[in-house]
């Protein structure tokens, strides 16, 4: 099965920097790959997503970048605020979305 | 947000003892997903339906069951609940369209074996 890496576990950066979430993973035939956000006491939620054929998109404050040769895509969240301190998980896919597989997660910590 | 409610959102039960999960979506959306979520973890599939009685296991199928009589309800059941069990689980739904393949995730349940 697909082996799903997220680096840092945890993220702790100052109000207005700027964040970076490695995500690698093992199947290369993976053709979705997208990023969700969880707040506490709640489900996750989608933020960003790329499909295989891009190699980057852009979100007002967030962006995802796709090595496909690597093997591994970030999460890029700039000028960071307070509501960004949430859990974010990668969970990339090789069936278009279907059968998910999430990273670890990464605990970002917005200091204001 | 998507339409989706799980129950019992708490549940406390014991070793040995049947547990059923439900989850109800008003969004008529095609797939349904079980995970579970245990720390350091992640989120793990369980189970997910891609249509009624249409069902399929996913990477920590043991000791768990599930049925989809209705396009809206999808049921998680653990036939003798065990401590391994414990977790918070999440519900979610798909529609796999060509524009889309986000998946919406219910509010979770959590569940405790004694």
């Known amino acids: 099965g697909e082996n799903v890496e997220q680096h840092p576990s945890t993220l702790s950066v100052q109000e207005g920097d700027s964040a970076v979430i490695k995500c690698t993973y093992s199947?290369?035939?993976?053709?979705?790959f997208p990023w969700y956000k969880q707040e506490l006491g709640k489900g996750p939620q989608l933020i960003i997503d790329?499909?295989?054929?891009?190699g980057e998109k852009k979100d007002q404050r967030i962006a995802v970048t796709l090595n496909k040769t690597a093997k591994h895509f970030s999460l890029h969240i700039t000028e960071t605020q307070p509501e960004d301190s949430a859990v974010y998980f990668c969970?990339?896919?090789?069936?278009?979305?279907?059968?998910?597989?999430f990273g670890g997660g990464t605990r970002l910590m917005v200091k204001p | 947000d998507a339409g989706i409610t799980q129950s019992p959102r708490h549940k406390v039960t014991e070793t040995g003892t049947p547990v059923t999960l439900r989850c109800h979506q008003t969004?008529?959306?095609?797939?349904m997903y079980w995970y579970r979520q245990d720390p350091g973890h992640g989120l793990r599939l369980i189970h997910y339906?891609?249509?009624?009685?249409?069902?399929d296991k996913g990477e920590v199928s043991d000791g768990y069951s599930v049925s989809r009589s209705k396009t809206e309800d999808f049921l998680l059941t653990l036939e003798s609940a065990t401590s391994s069990q414990t977790s918070v689980y999440f519900c979610?739904?798909?529609?796999?369209?060509?524009?889309?393949?986000?998946?919406?995730f219910g509010p979770g349940t959590r569940l405790t074996v004694t």
């Open positions: 969004e008529n959306h095609r797939y």
């Open positions: 790329i499909r295989s054929n891009v």
């Open positions: 199947d290369s035939a993976s053709n979705y």
């Open positions: 969970a990339p896919s090789r069936n278009a979305g279907n059968m998910l597989t």
């Open positions: 339906s891609y249509g009624v009685k249409d069902t």
């Open positions: 979610a739904i798909s529609d796999l369209g060509t524009k889309s393949y986000e998946q919406y």
